[in-house]
């Protein structure tokens, strides 16, 4: 049985989506699974290529099983991080809190082992966790709130990375996510004895650089040979904390550099389909695809040379906005279909708690999605959000507060005012007209900044100080800074 055919007793996931799980039901909870990869931006599905249409940049770029996923999920067009960077991005995920609350603003620390986190709520509730992969907390050996774990610490490198597991060093060989693929199938092969639901995060070091070459598996290097990505119109805009900054002389000489690393990263994109292809269809070898939800997302997103930048950090939409898919079976779930309401990282882990039945993070500032998965919206649900960026030492990124609307966006950068930028998403989505001399149009955001930022209860934390040594410019194409 495959994961499309999602034949599932009406009955109990009514009674599932209605969130009763009374001991005298016996009802079986669900599985969750959620695959998470590093620097991910949103565009970068085949599905969704098509979708764009001439406006998609990658028109060759092939996903198949994350296509065929797509289609029995809700696909989440308008789904950001609340901060563009891994370590921040993986603890908004787990806390359900921005970064200026749970204390990881950068990726230089690790977190604290007692940290309310939502694994360690499911755990309470009876699920079996497992975490494989990549964890990116500074290089934290500990995953706490986890049973099974086959992790590796920091970034880890792609080939013949040692991995932990369940807390011992082990040499591997192989291509890092090819590894912990396998035993990520490896733990959903050893649930089919257990009457406990599991829980599985599986986290991809793809697309995180170094890519393409060695970086990838030798039945990846040469896919995309010769292909091109399209040009957007905001390719020679530069970044406003970076305006004089001039392209390269040598267009022809730039463009072949900058094709070249679509078509690298994008290798990485397609390796990644074949791991989630291997998890579906271990679910479904073990008969359990009729009872699991999955979850498919990234850290954040990336810039592939729109604003001359390359990395994440600001407050640019190709930062902030990342992929999310959710499968959740049963006949009162949506399936293959778009959703436009605005999503947010802080939100999977209520997500997450709410469709295992399992008690919600007490200070958790996201909401659970599920009247988005099962009513396809919800009266009340936001129409703007919070962002927020930490300068970093020896990083040329300035520190970004901003508010993004449906509509507009306000991106502010602290003491430097004369960067304030205004943009009209709906007739600028590239984000190059700055209408900071509109006064009512700035009023207004200011005032929405305003509400949000104390919706949040937002305090700026204590920077770390730059320690004098050459500033690291993460917009080289060359370069990932985390």
């Given at each position: 049985?495959?994961?499309?055919?999602?034949?599932?007793?009406?009955?109990?996931?009514?009674?599932?989506?209605?969130?009763?799980?009374?001991?005298?039901?016996?009802?079986?909870?669900?599985?969750?699974?959620?695959?998470?990869?590093?620097?991910?931006?949103?565009?970068?599905?085949?599905?969704?290529?098509?979708?764009?249409?001439?406006?998609?940049?990658?028109?060759?770029?092939?996903?198949p099983r994350i296509d065929k996923l797509a289609e029995t999920s809700v696909r989440f067009d308008q789904s950001f991080v609340?901060?563009?960077?891994?370590?921040?991005?993986?603890?908004?995920?787990?806390?359900?809190?921005?970064?200026?609350?749970?204390?990881?603003?950068?990726?230089?620390?690790?977190?604290?082992?007692?940290?309310?986190?939502?694994?360690?709520?499911?755990?309470?509730?009876?699920?079996?966790?497992?975490?494989?992969?990549?964890?990116?907390?500074?290089?934290?050996?500990?995953?706490?709130?986890?049973?099974?774990?086959?992790?590796?610490?920091?970034?880890?490198?792609?080939?013949?990375?040692?991995?932990?597991?369940?807390?011992?060093?082990?040499?591997?060989?192989?291509?890092?996510?090819?590894?912990?693929?396998?035993?990520?199938?490896?733990?959903?092969?050893?649930?089919?004895?257990?009457?406990?639901?599991?829980?599985?995060?599986?986290?991809?070091?793809?697309?995180?650089?170094?890519?393409?070459?060695?970086?990838?598996?030798?039945?990846?290097?040469?896919?995309?040979?010769?292909?091109?990505?399209?040009?957007?119109?905001?390719?020679?805009?530069?970044?406003?904390?970076?305006?004089?900054?001039?392209?390269?002389?040598?267009?022809?000489?730039?463009?072949?550099?900058?094709?070249?690393?679509?078509?690298?990263?994008?290798?990485?994109?397609?390796?990644?389909?074949?791991?989630?292809?291997?998890?579906?269809?271990?679910?479904?070898?073990?008969?359990?695809?009729?009872?699991?939800?999955?979850?498919?997302?990234?850290?954040?997103?990336?810039?592939?040379?729109?604003?001359?930048?390359?990395?994440?950090?600001?407050?640019?939409?190709?930062?902030?906005?990342?992929?999310?898919?959710?499968?959740?079976?049963?006949?009162d779930a949506k399936h293959g279909v778009n959703n436009d309401a605005m999503v947010l990282n802080i939100d999977y882990g209520?997500?997450?708690?709410?469709?295992?039945?399992?008690?919600?993070?007490?200070?958790?500032?996201?909401?659970?999605?599920?009247?988005?998965?099962?009513?396809?919206?919800?009266?009340?649900?936001?129409?703007?959000?919070?962002?927020?960026?930490?300068?970093?030492?020896?990083?040329?990124?300035?520190?970004?507060?901003?508010?993004?609307?449906?509509?507009?966006?306000?991106?502010?950068?602290?003491?430097?005012?004369?960067?304030?930028?205004?943009?009209?998403?709906?007739?600028?989505?590239?984000?190059?007209?700055?209408?900071?001399?509109?006064?009512?149009?700035?009023?207004?955001?200011?005032?929405?900044?305003?509400?949000?930022?104390?919706?949040?209860?937002?305090?700026?934390?204590?920077?770390?100080?730059?320690?004098?040594?050459?500033?690291?410019?993460?917009?080289?194409?060359?370069?990932?800074?985390?």
């Amino acid at each position: 049985m495959n994961l499309v055919q999602r034949v599932v007793s009406t009955s109990i996931f009514l009674t599932f989506l209605g969130g009763s799980f009374g001991a005298a039901e016996e009802l079986k909870r669900p599985n969750i699974v959620f695959m998470y990869a590093d620097d991910w931006r949103w565009d970068c599905i085949g599905a969704y290529q098509r979708d764009q249409g001439e406006k998609g940049r990658f028109p060759w770029l092939e996903t198949p099983r994350i296509d065929k996923l797509a289609e029995t999920s809700v696909r989440f067009d308008q789904s950001f991080v609340v901060n563009s960077l891994c370590s921040p991005g993986r603890t908004c995920v787990l806390t359900g809190q921005y970064s200026h609350l749970n204390g990881i603003i950068g990726n230089s620390k690790p977190l604290p082992v007692d940290t309310l986190i939502f694994p360690k709520l499911l755990r309470q509730a009876g699920y079996t966790t497992a975490y494989c992969g990549k964890w990116h907390l500074d290089n934290q050996r500990e995953r706490p709130g986890f049973d099974f774990v086959a992790s590796f610490v920091g970034q880890g490198k792609y080939n013949d990375c040692p991995i932990l597991l369940n807390g011992k060093e082990m040499p591997t060989h192989g291509w890092i996510d090819d590894i912990t693929t396998g035993y990520a199938v490896q733990f959903l092969d050893g649930q089919k004895s257990n009457d406990k639901p599991f829980f599985l995060w599986l986290g991809f070091k793809s697309p995180h650089g170094p890519r393409g070459g060695e970086s990838l598996p030798e039945r990846a290097r040469g896919l995309y040979a010769g292909k091109e990505s399209r040009g957007v119109p905001n390719l020679d805009t530069p970044a406003i904390f970076e305006r004089d900054k001039t392209p390269p002389a040598n267009p022809e000489k730039r463009l072949a550099k900058q094709f070249e690393g679509h078509r690298a990263y994008m290798r990485h994109i397609t390796m990644i389909d074949e791991c989630v292809g291997r998890v579906l269809d271990a679910l479904d070898k073990n008969g359990e695809a009729e009872n699991t939800v999955v979850i498919v997302s990234g850290d954040n997103g990336y810039y592939l040379g729109e604003h001359m930048l390359s990395d994440k950090r600001s407050a640019y939409d190709e930062s902030m906005r990342v992929p999310l898919l959710i499968h959740m079976p049963g006949n009162d779930a949506k399936h293959g279909v778009n959703n436009d309401a605005m999503v947010l990282n802080i939100d999977y882990g209520p997500t997450i708690l709410d469709l295992a039945g399992a008690k919600p993070l007490p200070e958790g500032q996201g909401r659970s999605l599920r009247p988005l998965l099962t009513n396809g919206e919800s009266k009340d649900w936001r129409t703007a959000f919070f962002y927020e960026y930490f300068k970093e030492p020896n990083y040329t990124s300035p520190t970004v507060l901003a508010v993004r609307t449906n509509s507009s966006k306000l991106i502010t950068y602290p003491g430097h005012d004369e960067w304030t930028e205004v943009f009209d998403l709906k007739n600028d989505p590239y984000e190059l007209k700055n209408l900071i001399d509109e006064k009512s149009v700035l009023e207004k955001m200011r005032a929405e900044f305003d509400a949000q930022s104390a919706a949040v209860k937002f305090r700026m934390p204590k920077l770390p100080k730059e320690d004098g040594a050459d500033k690291k410019n993460v917009h080289s194409p060359a370069v990932d800074g985390g």
